[in-house]
Nanobody, 121 residues
């Protein structure tokens, strides 16, 4: 069992920055790849960024490439999402999740409760 707790959301003006954190409980944190997703009102949840177990590989949605950076600190059992040059369309609830490869696809079994990010124009 893994518990994930996000923090760092808030209200920011367009062009500003926020750093989200996702703290994981348990000693199996390093066993999982980690990912950030977001869900805007009236829209489906979408993948934002992912990071491998080692932290050596990352991937990003096209909409955030060059603006967002995902990282992880194994000693702190925490994954981060640094968000720069924020746009109003980045407004959403952001969730972190654990990821494992299963049957050739990614499976996201554990989720945090989400943190709200609001970007004003």
């Amino acid at each position: 069992q893994v518990q994930l707790v996000e923090s760092g959301g808030g209200l920011v003006q367009a062009g500003g920055s926020l750093r989200l954190s996702c703290a994981a409980s348990g000693r199996t944190f390093s066993s999982y790849a980690m990912a950030w997703f977001r869900q805007a009102p009236g829209k489906e949840r979408e993948f934002v960024a992912g990071i491998s177990r080692s932290g050596g590989d990352t991937s990003y949605a096209d909409s955030v490439k060059g603006r967002f950076t995902i990282s992880r600190d194994k000693a702190k059992n925490t994954v981060y999402l640094q968000m720069n040059s924020l746009k109003p369309e980045d407004t959403a609830v952001y969730y972190c999740a654990t990821g494992v490869r299963r049957g050739g696809d990614w499976a996201y079994d554990y989720w945090g409760q989400g943190t709200q990010v609001t970007v004003s124009s």
